[in-house]
């Protein structure tokens, strides 16, 4: 089928930038959906997440990536192969730079290589995020000095959060897509499977609760996902974390901290995945596990 004789169009796009820059809630307010978890705690995104918007003919996928960072462990050095692989065969990337955390020297260094690794062709957006922010770098004198680490094909300021700028950027991206069948079923919003989803659920509510408490090597893994006769979905999952010390934060007093943890991601879910949830978890010490191969492709972090 020749590119005249096909109606619909699509794209892929990847979104890049430091950790915790608002990649996860960009996606999720340009998609409209939560698609990918949201936390203070840097590098919340640990794989590529796949953020799906249909709009009559268009389909356009959104590549959530991890944060670029320093490499210091074996998942460190998955979240950098997950951002190099997805640079690749993109229509279009967008680089999001926090007004309120701007780091130019990083970011020159993140751009140089994100910029070997995109096709010479890309487009590369300058995405100026949390421009409603009362104390934030001055917009244009960012922009001025970010034009010596990128040729940058336009500029575009935005609040994620309370999704100022967004149309005229989605205009842009949509006129980046090109002719070609949808790669997903127009009714999706995120290529994650409900195993997947609810791994990164228990994981958010892990992150909010214990803020301050536990790090961010906690990981999830879901053990058992049945559907019972009864109707009911059980989930068995672990929760898998460094420390004894950080068993005992978890669990709480008399197991409290893990019933609030359980009872918080089952309402989560319950309303995701749209129907009653029952949730089982417990919580495993594996000493390093990030600095394991077996550890972290058994967590699920391995090459696609």
Excluded at 66 to 88: Q, S, V, W
Excluded at 134 to 151: H, N, S, T
Excluded at 155 to 184: C, D, M, N, Q, W
Excluded at 189 to 195: D, G, I, L
Aim: charged content about 30%.
């Amino acid at each position: 089928m020749s590119e005249e004789q096909i109606k619909t169009r699509f794209g892929a796009v990847g979104v890049f930038g430091r950790a915790n820059s608002g990649k996860s809630t960009l996606v999720n307010a340009l998609v409209g959906e939560k698609v990918s978890i949201v936390s203070k705690r840097p590098q919340t995104t640990r794989r590529r997440i796949l953020g799906i918007l249909s709009r009559g003919q268009d389909q356009v996928v959104f590549c959530d990536t991890p944060g670029l960072h320093a490499i210091k462990n074996r998942l460190d050095a998955f979240m950098a192969r997950e951002i190099e692989t997805t640079a690749e065969g993109l229509q279009g990337a967008m680089y999001l730079v926090d007004l309120t955390d701007v780091k130019p020297e990083e970011d020159a260094a993140h751009l140089k290589n994100l910029q070997t690794w995109l096709g010479k062709d890309t487009p590369l957006y300058l995405v100026l995020n949390k421009i409603d922010a009362p104390k934030k770098a001055d917009p244009d004198g960012v922009e001025k000095a970010y034009d010596a680490f990128a040729a940058f094909a336009t500029k575009f300021r935005v609040s994620a959060e309370r999704r100022t700028g967004l149309e005229s950027l989605l205009e842009s991206i949509f006129g980046l897509l090109v002719p070609s069948p949808h790669a997903y079923a127009d009714d999706l919003f995120t290529s994650q499977s409900e195993r997947e989803i609810a791994e990164e659920t228990i994981r958010e509510v892990i992150l909010e609760k214990y803020y301050h408490e536990v790090p961010h090597s906690v990981a999830v893994m879901v053990e058992q996902f049945k559907e019972r006769e009864n109707g009911k979905t059980f989930i068995e999952a672990h929760l898998v974390i460094e420390r004894e010390s950080h068993r005992k934060i978890l669990l709480g007093h008399e197991g409290e901290g893990m019933k609030a943890v359980g009872s918080l991601a089952r309402e989560r879910l319950n309303g995701i995945l749209g129907r009653d949830i029952y949730l089982q978890l417990w919580v495993k010490v594996r000493p390093n596990w990030r600095k394991q191969d077996a550890w972290v492709r058994n967590l699920g972090y391995r090459d696609r």
